[in-house]
């Protein structure tokens, strides 16, 4: 038997910094969301644990036993007091370290599958333990983040939109990017019930930034490049880094113009999608 679990990138819409724990995590005040490009994260029964990948960036992983899916199994196994022995496969379709949380998206279908085939849920703290995006990830619905990832709240009711995510082909590291953010932290954003139009989300949302845009660009100034060439797209309603970068987004009005944009973004190492 065969159980396969879509992995959905995960994009913050707005992404702020709000103090810093004593153990040097950092709070967070963020709208995520779940468009639909992921990667696939399928199981079969096996005689012990393994892990193969495939797919556009195969190549930019190894499937060891640090793997996020190999790690998820191995918690959720401990947690239960018994070994998963499951053949994962991966189909790898999201550019790896690049801010829209491929690797916590991989570890929360793992988890889900499991918890699917053992029929029970996933214990709490488990998905944390992972990764701050884990938690989130597990849901895969829009959420409002805060916590260090862990607290998971309604978001605003969303309009339709539609949405172009671009990775400039660098891959960039989460903590190297929270260390190189300096400055004040930000007061959590003041978001409505809802929006009845893209438009209407994207003046509210260019109030809020992300705070970990200016430290990446510093880091990889390609990522200024992305985002201008987003802006530059008929039509874009805004444009913004997601997590620690290097993924950037724009808002559009409607999946068509989006999927517009997507071709007049293409460039030669680019990863480019629209939605
Ligand atoms: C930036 C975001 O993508 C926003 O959604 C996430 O907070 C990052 O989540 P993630 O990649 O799952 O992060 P983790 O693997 O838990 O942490 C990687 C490193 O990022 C830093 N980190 C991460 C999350 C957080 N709230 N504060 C942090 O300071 C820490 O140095 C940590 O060691
Ligand atoms: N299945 C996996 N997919 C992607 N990365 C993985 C996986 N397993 C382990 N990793 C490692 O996790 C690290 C972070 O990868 P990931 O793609 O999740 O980053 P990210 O998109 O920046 O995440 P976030 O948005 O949560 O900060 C990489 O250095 C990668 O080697």
């Not at 918690?75 to 690049?98: E, M, N, W």
Request: charge should be neutral; proline fraction near 9%.
């Amino acid at each position: 038997m065969k159980l396969t679990e879509f992995a959905p990138a995960k994009v913050n819409l707005h992404l702020l910094v709000t103090g810093r724990r004593p153990d040097g995590y950092h709070l967070l005040d963020s709208l995520v969301v779940f468009p639909p490009v992921g990667d696939d994260v399928s199981m079969t029964i096996a005689d012990r644990a393994s892990l193969t990948i495939a797919g556009p960036f195969a190549g930019s992983l190894t499937a060891d036993p640090d793997n996020l899916i190999l790690r998820a199994a191995r918690r959720f196994g401990d947690a239960r007091q018994c070994t998963a022995p499951y053949a994962f496969h991966l189909i790898k379709s999201l550019p790896v370290a690049s801010g829209i949380g491929g690797g916590s998206a991989d570890a929360a279908a793992a988890l889900r599958l499991l918890a699917r085939i053992w029929a029970c849920e996933v214990p709490d703290g488990l998905a944390l333990g992972l990764g701050a995006d884990v938690p989130a990830c597990l849901a895969s619905t829009p959420a409002r983040m805060g916590g260090i990832g862990e607290v998971l709240e309604p978001a605003p009711d969303l309009p339709p939109y539609g949405m172009v995510l671009v990775n400039p082909g660098v891959a960039v590291s989460t903590p190297a990017i929270f260390k190189a953010r300096h400055g004040a932290f930000s007061p959590p954003a003041l978001l409505p019930r809802g929006w009845n139009s893209a438009a209407a989300m994207a003046r509210d949302l260019a109030r809020f930034g992300n705070d970990l845009e200016a430290p990446a660009i510093g880091l990889q100034p390609v990522i200024g490049d992305a985002l201008a060439a987003i802006r530059d797209q008929p039509d874009c309603l805004l444009s913004r880094m997601s997590g620690s970068g290097a993924t950037c987004f724009g808002l559009f009005p409607t999946v068509a113009h989006a999927k517009r944009a997507a071709i007049g973004l293409r460039r030669e190492g680019w990863w480019v999608w629209g939605g």
